[in-house]
């Protein structure tokens, strides 16, 4: 049995969301629509799975149901930003977002028919967003319960549930994007085998920042590129992966590699009974759930000596999306961040940032990378 949500979700518009990680207030207003749009991937590829349909529990909606909600939401957020626009102060009709889904049955629709519907409705608000003129921000219409939104304050409280909702259905996104490298980790590996200027000049840092034989845990080694480059400057690196398909590989290739989830695996080091001098996670937590990262960073500090070095690079931006592309031909999970709450969240957890720095990615992206050292 679903228990109906009854709380009022307006204090989002305050303060940023303990759960789901999103901060309204900080909202950089001109990226609703493409976080609009990046929301709407996530919904296709998790209504691609064979469990889409499947309750994690009784009392949780499944994947499918909160995808017909997120539909619905669109739609009804569509409509109330056509009539700000249009109307001076209009009241919104009310709506039971829990009525809705026994009503409408969500649970024994379509997952692909729904798929297509998240797309066009989520494509529909973000063009209504991107309609509102400078001046029009401002004008307002009031909820039937009385609580009043600016146009503004209306994209950030929707912009909020389609981010919690994500969070909602997080638990398919690691296994997604881990059978993604999985299938094309081949592939991968004779994609990126040249370092980028940008990652040679971070390895560079990083190196300037330890001395000579520091042990270091690598998150994410991938097919192996950057733990080459870091022993060549006179490092030693303990390869990790969470995918099995990278060690398989680094362990053909000679090398000793664990298959390692920095979530929940033990991260003592096999080698020597002490904490390691540094950490490189070099566009690997990138895909970390914007509600594990704490955790993470947390356990890494833990496992870091005080004065250890960590890099981090995370893309710029809000939200997170699925995205197919270059070298891997399935999904991945990429979750975006800004520089000050990724500032926040390394002091929270243990680290102290030394800088952050801005590189550009291959597709128009824009990466933060971070040097921060072990409180």
Not at 148 to 174: C, E
Not at 297 to 315: E, F, M, S, Y
Request: proline letters at 5%.
């Amino acid at each position: 049995m679903i228990e109906p949500d009854t709380k009022d979700w307006t204090w989002v518009l305050e303060r940023s969301c303990p759960e789901c990680g999103f901060d309204a207030p900080d909202l950089d207003r001109d990226r609703v629509p493409g976080a609009i749009r990046d929301n709407a991937t996530l919904w296709e590829v998790v209504l691609g799975t064979e469990d889409a349909a499947v309750r994690p529990a009784p009392h949780l909606w499944s994947p499918l149901e909160y995808a017909c909600h997120v539909r619905d939401v669109n739609r009804i957020f569509a409509e109330r930003v056509r009539l700000m626009l249009a109307e001076d102060q209009p009241t919104f009709d009310s709506w039971d977002q829990d009525r809705a889904a026994v009503d409408d049955d969500y649970g024994s629709q379509d997952p692909g028919k729904v798929a297509d519907e998240v797309a066009e409705a989520a494509e529909a608000v973000a063009a209504a967003y991107e309609s509102v003129a400078d001046g029009a921000w401002q004008r307002t219409g009031t909820r039937s319960n009385g609580h009043g939104f600016t146009v503004d304050s209306l994209a950030r409280y929707h912009l909020h549930d389609l981010v919690h909702h994500a969070h909602d259905v997080s638990h398919v996104t690691k296994r997604v994007t881990v059978a993604s490298y999985e299938a094309f980790a081949a592939d991968y590996r004779a994609g990126t085998d040249e370092m980028p200027e940008e990652v040679r000049a971070a390895v560079e840092r990083f190196v300037a920042a330890l001395d000579r034989g520091a042990r270091v845990l690598e998150i994410g080694s991938g097919p192996g590129r950057d733990a080459r480059a870091l022993e060549e400057a006179g490092l030693s690196v303990r390869r990790t992966d969470i995918t099995p398909a990278f060690v398989r590989m680094l362990r053909a290739d000679g090398f000793a590699a664990d298959v390692l989830d920095p979530l929940s695996d033990d991260l003592e080091d096999p080698e020597r009974d002490a904490p390691y001098d540094g950490v490189w996670a070099s566009a690997s937590l990138v895909h970390a759930r914007r509600e594990d990262l704490p955790t993470v960073l947390t356990r890494l500090a833990g496992a870091t000596r005080p004065g250890g070095v960590l890099h981090l690079a995370l893309k710029e931006g809000d939200g997170a999306r699925f995205s197919t592309h270059g070298h891997v031909g399935g999904p991945r999970h990429f979750t975006f961040w800004r520089e000050g709450q990724l500032r926040t969240l390394l002091e929270e957890t243990g680290w102290a940032v030394d800088e952050v720095l801005r590189s550009p990615g291959r597709r128009n992206e824009t990466w933060l990378d971070v040097r921060a050292s072990r409180r």
